[in-house]
């Protein structure tokens, strides 16, 4: 998902987003220490996305405080 699609959500939206993509984040961590094959390329799509996700929290957050 894009920045700009994330920032026309609510951040309750972008805080249940948040976690999906932890639990699916540390779903995928724990298949690939168990020895299943994971796309390493999915690992690190996630990765960007929570980081996105928690950009676009952090900017709502210092618009609120500014």
């Not at 796309?39 to 929570?50: A, N, Y």
């Not at 929290?57 to 618009?63: P, T, V």
Request: charged fraction near 30%.
């Amino acid at each position: 998902m894009q920045a700009n699609e994330l920032r026309k959500k609510q951040p309750g939206e972008l805080q249940s987003l948040l976690l999906d993509l932890r639990r699916e984040q540390f779903n995928l961590r724990m298949q690939r220490g168990a020895g299943q094959t994971v796309r390493p390329t999915r690992l690190q799509g996630v990765r960007r996305e929570i980081a996105r996700v928690k950009t676009v929290l952090h900017e709502l957050k210092q618009g609120e405080s500014a």
